[in-house]
């Protein structure tokens, strides 16, 4: 079992959904936590009495991940209030989908500073925090691999700048001693896209498995990477998808 304990996590966009899952998660094998949330502070609350119910510390950080300033705030904020900093959750994330030529340029930069920009400022912040066995994960998408419905032009462009991301960062931060992964999660039962929603039948039609995966299945993966079980894996894509993109 994962043990966490001491050790300092920021999740960004934990108030809900796969955010909260792998803030409780990482709690759960011991961490202290900090969670970033944009306007629901009433979740972001919620998600920090359940891990302080665990006995450890939490706070929720108001944070808009659009706003670069705000995201290095967060990173600063966690280890002055938690103590260090150890382990980087990129999870904030938004699905803009429809069709390509109905984007107008301020949702295309929405979504690239949210998704790539963003990811980018938090770990460069982290970074005079992080130490040997230090750890930077990001939330991606299994779309970016198969796009199996359209409407995904500028939520994939965003999304798929992580991979790269992540391979670059991974070999300069490996001498460090700080490893640096990528999760690509398919279809997952959250409030956002639920396992019985109207969309859900052509979702499970495409996996494997039959059925939606649970946040429990992404907040496991991350918190083996963010483990020392994880500790010579960096430069990696964990796709967690049931099989869709077998």
Do not use: C, W
Not at 82 to 100: E, H, S
Not at 169 to 185: C, F, H, S
Not at 214 to 237: F, K, N, P, Q
């Amino acid at each position: 079992m994962t043990d966490l304990t001491g050790k300092v996590v920021l999740v960004t966009g934990g108030s809900r959904g796969i955010g909260a899952g792998i803030a409780r998660a990482l709690a759960a094998a011991g961490a202290d936590v900090a969670l970033t949330y944009q306007s629901n502070e009433v979740l972001a609350k919620a998600v920090v009495a359940e891990i302080e119910a665990l006995g450890r510390k939490a706070i929720a950080v108001r944070a808009d991940s659009a706003d670069a300033s705000q995201v290095i705030a967060a990173v600063d904020r966690t280890a002055a209030e938690l103590g260090r900093l150890d382990v980087l959750v990129n999870n904030a994330g938004i699905f803009p989908a429809k069709p390509f030529e109905e984007f107008t340029i301020d949702e295309i930069d929405n979504a690239l500073n949210i998704h790539a920009r963003a990811p980018f400022v938090a770990a460069q912040a982290a970074l005079k925090y992080l130490t040997g066995g230090g750890r930077i994960i990001s939330i991606g998408t299994n779309l970016v691999d198969h796009a199996p419905f359209g409407g995904l032009a500028l939520y994939n462009l965003s999304k798929s700048a992580l991979n790269g991301f992540t391979k670059a960062l991974a070999r300069e931060l490996g001498p460090r001693g700080i490893t640096v992964n990528l999760v690509q999660p398919g279809s997952t039962d959250t409030d956002m896209n639920p396992a019985d929603g109207d969309h859900a039948s052509g979702q499970i039609g495409l996996t494997a498995l039959g059925r939606f995966g649970a946040v429990e299945d992404i907040a496991a993966a991350v918190t083996y990477l963010a483990g020392e079980s994880g500790r010579s894996v960096t430069g990696a894509v964990l796709t967690v998808d049931g099989g869709t993109n077998a």
